[in-house]
């Protein structure tokens, strides 16, 4: 288990490493398209983090009731 969770780990780094590379650049370029693509890019680099956070917790209270339930059947 410690392993899928430092693969995802590290999955997330290189996403989020990648998104802030893309935002860079985006705001370096100057055509039309690259604005839309900045917003898009500032939008993941801000959304991305909380989604994975809420995804987080959710799996730890699932997690916590599934131990809880196990606890009261034996």
């Given at each position: 288990m410690k392993k899928i969770?430092?693969?995802l780990a590290i999955t997330g780094v290189v996403i989020l490493v990648g998104l802030y590379v893309s935002t860079l650049v985006f705001a370096l370029i100057g055509s039309e398209l690259s604005t839309n693509l900045l917003?898009?890019?500032v939008a993941c680099t801000i959304?991305?983090?909380i989604i994975l956070y809420g995804?987080?917790?959710l799996y730890k209270l699932s997690k916590k009731n599934?131990?809880?339930k196990d606890a009261s059947d034996k």
């Amino acid at each position: 288990m410690k392993k899928i969770k430092r693969i995802l780990a590290i999955t997330g780094v290189v996403i989020l490493v990648g998104l802030y590379v893309s935002t860079l650049v985006f705001a370096l370029i100057g055509s039309e398209l690259s604005t839309n693509l900045l917003k898009a890019s500032v939008a993941c680099t801000i959304l991305l983090p909380i989604i994975l956070y809420g995804y987080m917790l959710l799996y730890k209270l699932s997690k916590k009731n599934e131990e809880n339930k196990d606890a009261s059947d034996k």
